[in-house]
């Protein structure tokens, strides 16, 4: 008998019976958190890691989430891990293994059996170091066990009404800084304030990246032209140079996974 991948996914959760969720506050994680929650004898709890690296609305949103559906949720907060200071090119292995270990011993101190992300298979054909750090410490990932892919979670969650379904991906704040470059709280500030405000006048999922007193602007397909023919395009250079940039920069390749690993 063949079994859905919704089902498969639901199986694979029943099994698990006590698991803490790491969520993020995105789709693949609200998604897993809300699905998991709808499995009967099965003790779950979304945990959210903040830190300096974080964004402020990302935390929001997963609290925002949790709380119209009545999901258990807590936030544990980790200071800025400080062998990812110097923004090695490994910073998503460590970032991984730092944001997990503090999950694992949460997950130990209260009492429940396994950790979980939101890993999918799409993730599986992209560079995703932080994949290994994953696997080091027995972090089961049901979505992509279930052989879900980013498109096929995105249509379930919309079917469930989970009104994040097409939020765009996120990524943590260091993903916008150059490998070996020391970062400092401020650089992380300036990235997050300039993040915030394009995605508050219409531009979602767009990144900042800094280089020195540089922002590089990667923008989503569609966005690129817009920006350029924006109206208020000198109001938005002098918002980020208010932010602390010297120069604002519009990158014509548009936003793509982990540009700076081509460097």
């Not at 690296?53 to 609290?63: C, D, H, K, R, V």
């Not at 110097?86 to 130990?108: H, M, N, Q, V």
């Not at 280089?211 to 602007?217: D, E, K, S, T, Y």
């Not at 918002?239 to 982990?258: H, Q, T």
Request: glycine fraction near 6%; proline fraction near 6%; aromatic fraction near 8%.
């Amino acid at each position: 008998m063949n079994v859905s991948k919704s089902e498969r996914l639901d199986n694979i959760l029943k099994e698990l019976k006590s698991i803490v969720v790491a969520y993020s506050g995105g789709v693949d994680s609200a998604f897993l958190l809300h699905r998991a929650n709808s499995i009967k004898n099965l003790k779950v709890i979304g945990v959210t890691v903040r830190t300096p690296f974080i964004p402020a609305y990302e935390i929001n949103e997963a609290l925002e989430i949790s709380g119209k559906y009545g999901f258990r949720h807590r936030i544990i907060d980790l200071p800025f891990p400080e062998i990812l200071r110097s923004s090695p090119p490994e910073r998503c292995y460590y970032c991984k293994r730092s944001l997990f270990s503090a999950l694992l011993d949460f997950a130990s101190e209260n009492g429940y059996k396994y950790v979980v992300d939101g890993s999918n298979v799409d993730d599986t054909q992209d560079y995703r170091p932080g994949l290994k750090a994953l696997r080091e410490l027995s972090v089961t990932s049901p979505l992509m066990e279930a052989g879900l892919t980013k498109n096929e979670i995105r249509e379930m969650a919309r079917k469930e009404g989970l009104p994040i379904w097409d939020k765009p991906a996120m990524t943590c704040l260091l993903t916008r800084i150059p490998y070996n470059t020391v970062i400092n709280d401020s650089m992380l500030k300036m990235i997050e304030k300039a993040e915030s405000y394009l995605m508050e006048n219409g531009y979602p999922g767009t990144r900042v990246r800094i280089h020195g007193n540089l922002a590089r602007i990667e923008c989503l397909p569609g966005y690129i032209q817009k920006l350029a023919d924006d109206p208020t395009r000198e109001r938005i250079v002098s918002n980020l140079k208010e932010i602390g940039f010297r120069y604002v920069s519009l990158d014509l390749e548009g936003y793509r996974p982990g540009s700076f690993n081509t460097e």
